[in-house]
């Protein structure tokens, strides 16, 4: 990325730090809203049903939709821009929330019911996920911040957050009951759709359009939806690091959904710490998490880009299932989490500047939500599994088993050939075009076209994201 832009009149454009900070604001209080649901909902369908089956049942209808609907959100976000996909869709998220605790109130909660309500939750909060994400490029380019720092900062957006929102659904969920935290949630779904429609400055977040620079005003529409998703579907297939990056992501996002969602919950209520414990080993992991990705937001640039990703999948992983299969001391296991979270804040700052730098500005939606998607697949798996095998197996074998399919699969995936592609010179100049080997098939997961003449190009580190 370099430090000159241009601005829309051809001149130099002036630096702005407010885009940037304002989606790094509604990231934070989604994310923190995400969180405190994280710890309210299954505990709640936990304690009023005693049922492990179930808990997994409700985070596969939440997480479902949410693949589902990402996956082919991301030519509407192009198409429509991801301002408005964003505000509309924290709204809706907002109102489906509410209408959990208010239905209970009035004892026509059922868990079918529920069960819809979380749906509509997770078919919005995927578009919404994406379209903050895609607005993070244009955010730190008109700030001029490179994109690792940009990317590094995000992260530390959601892993403050991270901190927040299970430490304050974890109080929430032990003083006042998971109704009054998912009202919570509710609030800060609301937030960070006003922060986005209002707080933003007018032009970012725009929809973008599939023309040739070189196109003049009466150039042609753009491609429809099925033709646009084509491109980003071809564009992927033809990226063997990406889709080696999104298969090792997928398979560990399932592993990490069943912890979170069903195996600590389930051994929190066996060993008596409740859902403050569940609060309070989200916010150690979430406290150093930040520390990581503050870290990364400062230096990744100039570090080997695989060894941090596989350093910080070692630390992230297996040390927790194997933390918690010990029935180690509360002490203990808040140790082994802080560890991991430190490891993760390292991870996703990194990847995320690695894919969004092989993609097109215009492209961004439709490649990054079909990419997300596939990496994310795996989780609504994971709860449903999770909670399957603990009532046939026992939480401790499926925790063992767990931290060992953990490890195994990504000291497998190491071996490939394709991660050498993290280490070769293929960034994003501060304009939106992309640098370096690039196939014509236009695409976000994340190369495109050749670098634009006149520009500098970003140098990525020597040698070298997550969840």
Excluded at 99 to 104: E, M
Excluded at 409 to 421: C, F, I, K
Aim: positive net charge; aromatic residues 6%; glycine residues 14%.
């Amino acid at each position: 990325m370099t430090e000159h832009h241009s601005g829309d009149n051809g001149g130099t454009a002036r630096r702005s730090l407010r885009p940037l900070a304002g989606v790094l604001a509604a990231v934070a209080v989604s994310v923190t809203g995400t969180r405190v649901s994280a710890v309210a909902l299954p505990w709640f369908v936990l304690v009023t049903t005693g049922s492990a089956t179930l808990t997994g049942l409700i985070v596969f209808f939440e997480m479902a939709p949410y693949v589902v609907v990402k996956a082919f959100a991301g030519p509407f976000v192009d198409r429509l821009g991801p301002r408005t996909i964003s505000w509309t869709t924290d709204l809706a998220s907002a109102t489906a929330v509410a209408a959990v605790p208010l239905l209970h109130a009035l004892g026509l909660l059922s868990f079918p019911l529920l069960s819809g309500l979380v749906a509509v939750i997770g078919s919005a909060r995927g578009p919404g996920d994406l379209a903050k994400e895609v607005m993070v490029p244009e955010a730190a380019e008109r700030g001029r911040v490179r994109l690792e720092r940009a990317t590094g900062l995000s992260g530390m957006s959601e892993r403050l957050a991270a901190t927040v929102g299970p430490a304050a659904g974890g109080s929430i969920v032990a003083l006042f009951g998971p109704l009054t935290a998912l009202a919570v949630n509710a609030a800060c779904f609301a937030l960070g759709s006003v922060i986005v429609a209002l707080a933003l400055p007018r032009g970012v977040g725009h929809a973008t359009k599939d023309v040739p620079a070189s196109a003049g005003t009466n150039a042609e529409p753009g491609p429809g939806y099925w033709r646009r998703f084509g491109e980003g579907f071809a564009f992927l297939r033809s990226q063997p690091l990406m889709l080696t990056v999104i298969v090792l992501i997928g398979f560990t996002n399932m592993l990490n959904a069943g912890l979170t969602m069903v195996l600590i919950p389930v051994w929190a209520e066996r060993s008596g710490g409740g859902p403050a414990a569940i609060g309070l080993m989200g916010a150690v992991t979430g406290a150093t998490a930040v520390a990581g990705s503050l870290v990364a937001a400062i230096v990744a640039h100039r570090l080997p880009r695989r060894v941090v990703f596989f350093t910080g999948f070692l630390l992230s992983g297996t040390p927790r299932f194997l933390a918690l299969s010990a029935d180690a001391p509360l002490g203990v296991v808040l140790a082994v989490f802080a560890v991991s979270g430190f490891g993760a804040g390292f991870v996703n700052p990194v990847l995320s500047a690695v894919l969004i730098e092989r993609v097109p500005r215009r492209m961004l939606g439709r490649v990054g939500g079909l990419g997300d998607a596939l990496a994310w697949a795996g989780i609504p798996l994971g709860g449903l599994v999770a909670g399957g095998a603990v009532a046939s197996l026992g939480l401790v074998p499926v925790l063992l088993a767990g931290g060992a399919a953990y490890i195994l699969a990504t000291g497998l995936a190491g071996l490939r050939r394709e991660w050498r592609e993290m280490d070769r010179t293929r960034g994003r100049i501060a304009g939106g075009d992309t640098v370096g080997e690039s196939p014509t098939v236009t695409l976000r997961g994340r190369p495109g076209p050749k670098a634009v003449t006149g520009q500098a190009r970003r140098r990525t580190p020597k040698s070298e994201r997550s969840e």
